[in-house]
């Protein structure tokens, strides 16, 4: 069954950075992409960042740009956010989203999968 770990959140000041962390484990799989989304509190879940598995290509929100970087450890089937420049505004519950393919011999389909979410405060 898969799992992703998510680990790093807490409270920073304004100006401050944190480091997300996000293992994908169990059952037989490819990653095909993986990313971070955030919810603030009153507000739907959005996409922050994520980062293709084959060559690395991130993709950033405009509100991270600059401030932000994703990157992947393909032996660890590990994301990261590096969080830089952090803003009471990018306090939220980030989440940890990974697409994967499931490739049999008889059959090819990609599922997507959730962390529990780790909370991110940003103090004024």
Not at 97 to 110: E, P, Q, R, Y
């Amino acid at each position: 069954q898969v799992q992703l770990v998510e680990s790093g959140g807490g409270l920073v000041q304004a100006g401050g950075s944190l480091r997300l962390s996000c293992a994908c484990s169990g059952g037989t799989f490819s990653v095909y992409h993986m990313g971070w989304f955030r919810r603030a509190p009153g507000k739907e879940r959005d996409l922050v960042a994520a980062i293709t598995w084959t060559d690395g290509k991130p993709y950033y929100v405009d509100s991270v740009k600059g401030r932000f970087t994703i990157s992947r450890d393909n032996d660890k089937n590990t994301v990261y956010l590096q969080m830089n420049s952090l803003k009471p505004e990018d306090a939220a519950v980030y989440y940890c989203n990974a697409v994967l393919w499931h490739i049999s011999a008889t059959s090819k389909s990609t599922l997507g999968y959730w962390g529990q979410g780790t909370q991110v405060t940003v103090s004024t």
